[in-house]
Structure formats: structure tokens, C-alpha cells
């Protein structure tokens, strides 16, 4: 009876001592596409586009590689790159194409559902993957008010307009992370696999627990 006491109590000991999977990641909050985090940093992230470097000549690229350079060195701040493969996503094409289905004749419906499962496959195989390419930088809140947020803000906007118009001068599209974009940047780079399986679909992910087998 005693050994049976005492394996209940420490269950209940292991049980308070869970953390949810969230605890683990540093991260407070989203505003928009914006990451706070538990050290009162700003976080931004734009998505860049790319340029293809092979198709250039060697004075192109010169002058690419000159720009690029003269870039960095303007900046007064500290910047990371960050190359991330994602699974493909192809959830709203998906979608669109189920809500047709259901007006379609019963051959074309059937043919549909084969080329369903096809593009539900290629969202979860490990050899269909795209390639996102951001760059990220902070700015530290200075204070636990309002105020001190809201003035973090504002020297991030500057910082954010600042390194937008950096890019485009070298021919890249650069646009800010959205809520969903950052929620599935943090989810492939904590579980890749379950990214491909089980994809964020909304910034406003619920609290997980994790349990043993999970």
C-alpha cells in the first residue's frame, strides 16, 4: 500500500513538472509577424527573394557581389542570414481544388482524388522541398512599459525600411515575415518531420504538453 502511495505521489510530482513544448522555445509572443522573445528582444525576419548568379556574366556579378558588400558594410547593426528548406506547401491549392471536387461529375471526381493524394504526398516527401531565404535582426526593449515596447517598435521599423530599401537596390524583393510565415519557421526549425505531417495553419498555435511517446 505504501509503495502504491508513493508511486502516485510522484507521479503527480513528474506530472507538475511537465512543460509545455512551447516552454522550450524561447519565444513570448507573435505581434504580426514580429517575435518576442523571453529577453525582451524584437525579432523581425524578412523573406528575400534570390538572384540566379550563374546566368550573369563576371562583370554582373561583380557588380552584385560590390553592391552586396557595400550593403553590409552601411549597416550599424548586427543581421543574420538564414537558408531554410520547408515543406512544400500546397494546402490552399489543395483546398481549392476539393471545394470543386464536389460539384464535378463522378468520373472527373474520381480522377480528382488520385491527383489529390499525388499533391498530398509531394507536401509530405522529404525530396520535395523549397527553399526559403531570410534575413533577421533585433531590437532590444529597453524597459517593461508600454512606452519601451512601442519605442522598440519604432527603431525596428526604421532598421526593417532601412535594409528593405538595402535589397531592392540590388534587384531583391524583400517582404516582412507574416505571423503564419514566422509560426511555420519556428515549427520546421524545433520538428521538421512534423511540419511536413501535421503543417501550422494559423499563427495562434494552441499550448502543447509534451507527454512521453509524443
Known sequence: M???????????????????????????ALDGGIVVTDDFRLVQLLRVSSLNLDLMSHRELQEVMEKYEL???????????????????LGGYIRGLEEKQASMPDVKRDLLNGYLAYARAIETSTSMIQRQRYLVFMEAILGTTRQAYETAMQQLEQKRKYVKSGLEEMGLEAREASGLDVARYLHTLFDYTGSQYRPVEDDLVPCLTRREGI
Open 2 to 28: 505504501w509503495s502504491s502511495w508513493k508511486a502516485k505521489r510522484e507521479e503527480r510530482k513528474r506530472r507538475r513538472q511537465e512543460k509545455a513544448v512551447q516552454d522550450l522555445i524561447p519565444v513570448r
Open 71 to 89: 550593403f553590409l558594410r552601411s549597416l550599424s547593426f548586427p543581421v543574420q542570414t538564414a537558408i531554410m528548406s520547408q515543406p512544400v506547401d
